[in-house]
Structure formats: C-alpha cells, structure tokens
C-alpha cells in the first residue's frame, strides 16, 4: 500500500498497475497482435506491470524461473509511481507490441478488456484461489485473471490497550462494539483514531460496508443503482453505517475532518487510540514507530447479526492476465510461468518473503513475521470465509471524490443523514453509465 495512499482509492493507490486500465483500452491498435514472436524453442514472455515497488523482486524471481527453464526468458516493462501506465500500455497495443503478460484491477477493467484476455478457467491454481479471490477477474463463468495478492480492513486494534480496558471478549456486533468503546472511555482511553480529513476513508472503505452487506443480500443492488431500480437512502443497511459513523466520532479524537492519513497512523502506531479503520498496509508505518505493537483486526460490524457483522472487507487489488492474441508457444510459457509462481517452493516464499504479499491462494502459508499480524489476520479471515468484497471499485467513475465531499459535510453537521443518502443518490444518478 502507499504509504499515505495518494488521496486515492485503495484498489488504486495499493498497485499503480490498476492505472494500466483506466485509460489504455480504445478501438485504437488494441486488436494488434504482437509483431514478433518466439523462435524455435526459445521463449521470450513480454510482461507489463506498474508496481514499481515489486519491480526488482520480479526480476530476481522470473531469473530464478529461467534457471530452471532456460528455453524461457522474460522482458519486463514496469511504468507506474506516477507515470502514466495507461498510456504506455495503450501505445504497447497501438504499436503491435502488446505484452503477453500484464495486469487488470478485475471488475470494470474485465469487462473493458475481456475480449484481449484469455481464458485461465482451466489453469492449476484455480482449484486453490479463495473463491473471493476469483471475482474480480470472473466473468460469465470464466476465469479470466490470476489474482496478485490479497489486501484487507476493519478496526485495528491495540491488544495491550483493550486489555487495560478489560475487554476480553472481541467485539463482533455493533452492541459489542458499543460496549467496548465505553469501557475504553471509562479508562480514559480514546477508542478510534479517526482520520476523515482523506475523503477515500469515508467514501470508499467506509461505504464499502453497507454496499458489501447489501450485496451478501441483494446481489442486484449496484445494478439496480445503475439501471435506477434501487436507491441507497432506502436500504437499512446505510442506515445501519450512519450508526457506525456517529459512533467513531463520538468515541474518536478531536478535529477528525482536520485528521489526515498519517497524522491518524501515527496517533493509533502510538498507542494514543485503541483503533483505527484502516488495512494492513499500515503495518510498516506502525512496525516503524512502535515495532512489535501487539495488533489484530474486528470488523466493522453494522448490526447485531454476527453472521453477517463478523466479517473483513478483503479483496484483490489487481490481477495478472494473459493477452489472447499472443502467440501460442509464448501464451503457454506465460500461463506455465503463472502457475509455477504460485505452486512452486521457490515462487511461494518470494510472494511472501519478498514481495510481502498475502496470498490470495490457500496453498501458499505465509507467517506473520513475513506479513505482519494484519496480513495475517486477513489471511486467517479469508481461510474462514469471513470476508466481503471491495465494492467501492465499481462505482461510477469520480462518484467516489462526491461521496467523500458529501459524508464529510455530515461528519461537520453541515448535512442531515437524510440529504446526505440523498446527496449520495443523486452522484450515483449523475454519473453512472
């Protein structure tokens, strides 16, 4: 995750790969098939990505495939932290020179590009992807991605300060929840570390939840929203997410529209709150001010229905795909490669090890001490089946800023929850497609 997420979305400021998409898919040059080929037995697997974070650990790990294969050999590309990926992509395609390998974000960007990318239904891995996992990159029952990583949120929580407090059991209904934040303010303990300064905390890990509950519910909600069949203001669910809100601020820090990203890490990475709705990229910046801070994640729990209060919010950032048109010798290299990066010693303690990813495969065991006990916790989640998607990435294209604008005039008491379900159905409304 970037560090102080770039006053961006998460599913875009975590992999700059998501970018590759936004812009890059047009009737110009996308149909071309690659210009050169691999000779005889020799493959060459043209990848495109764009974190740049991961761009050495790639290299070492794709050389390490090579000397095991040495028939394959790879030439990546990486454009991303800041640049613009979606452009160079694109001219990739214009140019005839599309790679074999590249990345999509899944939801909106499948649909944009799935006629470029090829099936993966009857790949290996997919028997061992969380089912989760699979779909942002699922569409009309075919496979069409292999997901990168797994990233995920709730409340953090400090175990040492809940202890004081003397919970002992977690909460995992709103109640609990409730109660827990009075016994943390009897101690003279402030409960949240509220950061509503970022509209991104609001608008889309905050709204994600109600949207992920109605969506456990009504799986025809987003699509009724666009085809003006539903309307948020008359779902419970946002509502119930109103109560959760009146509840942080009540038992949070003081000025939380004036609280940004790094200034609410380092009040819970200081032990001066007991949560924090954030994910688990924070834990390099609490690792840095307080290392070995005793952590672990609640949900963010709507309601009084454990079953469907004790969740995470989890979900795949982005997704590696294979380009249809591809010559076939370099599209079966590329989806051996994908699988053996997966399923292999070697390429399962790189994802973990090196690139501190959370496997979104359950095949793939990776300890706390390589992700953090965050990332272990959403691994532990996501074994359980306890987790809801992200569905903040398939809002309409800039709704996200308006809602964030929106619910922060209602943390002001500048807007009832009323005119503020209102306000969020009119944005809808106005730029859905």
């Given at each position: 995750?970037?560090?102080?997420m770039?006053?961006?979305s998460?599913?875009?400021?975590?992999?700059s790969?998501?970018?590759?998409?936004?812009?890059?898919?047009?009737?110009d040059?996308?149909?071309?098939?690659?210009?050169?080929?691999?000779k005889?037995?020799?493959?060459?697997?043209?990848?495109?990505?764009?974190k740049?974070?991961i761009?050495?650990?790639?290299k070492?790990?794709?050389?390490?495939?090579?000397?095991?294969?040495?028939n394959v050999?790879?030439?990546i590309?990486?454009?991303?932290?800041g640049?613009d990926g979606?452009?160079?992509?694109?001219?990739?395609?214009?140019?005839?020179?599309?790679?074999?390998i590249f990345?999509?974000s899944g939801?909106?960007d499948?649909?944009?590009?799935k006629?470029?990318?090829?099936?993966?239904?009857?790949?290996p891995?997919?028997?061992n992807?969380?089912?989760?996992?699979?779909?942002?990159m699922?569409?009309?029952?075919?496979?069409?991605?292999?997901?990168v990583?797994?990233?995920?949120?709730?409340?953090?929580?400090?175990?040492?300060?809940f202890?004081?407090?003397g919970?002992?059991?977690?909460?995992?209904?709103?109640?609990?929840?409730?109660a827990?934040a009075?016994k943390?303010?009897?101690?003279?303990?402030?409960?949240?570390?509220?950061?509503?300064?970022?509209?991104?905390?609001?608008?889309?890990?905050?709204?994600?939840?109600?949207?992920?509950?109605?969506?456990?519910?009504?799986?025809n909600?987003?699509?009724g929203?666009?085809?003006?069949?539903?309307?948020?203001?008359?779902?419970?669910y946002?509502?119930?997410?109103?109560?959760?809100?009146?509840?942080?601020?009540?038992?949070?820090?003081?000025?939380?529209?004036?609280?940004?990203?790094?200034?609410?890490?380092?009040?819970?990475?200081?032990?001066?709150?007991?949560?924090?709705?954030?994910?688990?990229w924070?834990?390099?910046?609490?690792?840095?001010?307080?290392?070995?801070m005793?952590?672990g994640?609640i949900?963010?729990?709507l309601?009084?229905?454990?079953?469907?209060?004790?969740k995470l919010?989890?979900d795949?950032p982005?997704?590696?795909?294979?380009?249809?048109?591809?010559?076939?010798?370099?599209?079966?290299?590329?989806?051996?490669?994908?699988?053996w990066?997966?399923?292999?010693?070697?390429?399962?303690?790189?994802?973990?090890?090196?690139?501190?990813?959370?496997?979104?495969f359950?095949?793939?065991?990776?300890?706390?001490?390589?992700?953090?006990?965050?990332g272990?916790?959403?691994q532990?989640y996501?074994?359980?089946g306890?987790?809801?998607?992200?569905?903040?990435?398939?809002?309409?294209?800039?709704?996200?800023?308006?809602?964030?604008?929106?619910?922060?005039?209602?943390?002001?008491?500048k807007?009832?929850?009323?005119?503020?379900?209102e306000?969020?159905?009119?944005?809808?409304n106005?730029l859905?497609k």
């Amino acid at each position: 995750m970037v560090k102080n997420m770039k006053k961006f979305s998460l599913a875009a400021g975590v992999l700059s790969a998501s970018l590759l998409f936004t812009a890059a898919c047009s009737s110009d040059g996308a149909s071309g098939d690659k210009a050169s080929g691999s000779k005889g037995d020799k493959v060459v697997i043209d990848m495109f990505q764009g974190k740049v974070e991961i761009a050495d650990q790639l290299k070492a790990l794709t050389d390490q495939y090579t000397k095991e294969h040495p028939n394959v050999t790879f030439n990546i590309e990486t454009v991303g932290g800041g640049a613009d990926g979606g452009a160079a992509l694109k001219a990739k395609f214009a140019s005839n020179k599309a790679p074999d390998i590249f990345t999509s974000s899944g939801y909106q960007d499948a649909v944009t590009w799935k006629d470029k990318l090829e099936d993966l239904s009857d790949q290996p891995w997919v028997k061992n992807a969380y089912p989760n996992a699979l779909k942002p990159m699922t569409l009309d029952g075919k496979v069409l991605g292999q997901p990168v990583n797994l990233e995920g949120y709730g409340f953090a929580y400090n175990k040492e300060l809940f202890k004081k407090a003397g919970i002992t059991k977690l909460p995992t209904t709103f109640s609990e929840l409730e109660a827990a934040a009075k016994k943390l303010k009897a101690k003279g303990i402030t409960t949240f570390s509220v950061g509503y300064g970022e509209w991104w905390v609001l608008a889309n890990h905050g709204l994600n939840v109600p949207l992920a509950y109605q969506e456990s519910a009504d799986k025809n909600f987003i699509n009724g929203l666009n085809e003006g069949k539903s309307k948020i203001a008359d779902s419970k669910y946002f509502d119930d997410y109103f109560k959760l809100l009146d509840l942080t601020i009540k038992y949070g820090n003081k000025n939380p529209l004036t609280t940004d990203y790094n200034t609410q890490v380092t009040l819970f990475a200081s032990g001066d709150a007991a949560m924090i709705q954030q994910g688990n990229w924070i834990q390099p910046m609490i690792d840095k001010i307080t290392p070995n801070m005793d952590v672990g994640f609640i949900p963010m729990a709507l309601n009084n229905n454990e079953k469907e209060a004790d969740k995470l919010m989890a979900d795949v950032p982005s997704n590696w795909v294979v380009y249809n048109k591809a010559p076939e010798a370099d599209k079966k290299a590329a989806k051996d490669f994908l699988n053996w990066m997966v399923s292999s010693k070697e390429g399962k303690e790189a994802l973990t090890k090196e690139f501190k990813y959370i496997p979104a495969f359950k095949n793939i065991d990776a300890k706390a001490e390589d992700i953090g006990p965050l990332g272990a916790e959403i691994q532990k989640y996501s074994k359980e089946g306890k987790t809801y998607t992200w569905q903040f990435m398939k809002y309409p294209d800039g709704a996200g800023q308006e809602f964030g604008s929106a619910l922060q005039a209602y943390v002001g008491k500048k807007k009832s929850e009323k005119e503020t379900l209102e306000a969020l159905d009119a944005t809808w409304n106005k730029l859905k497609k």
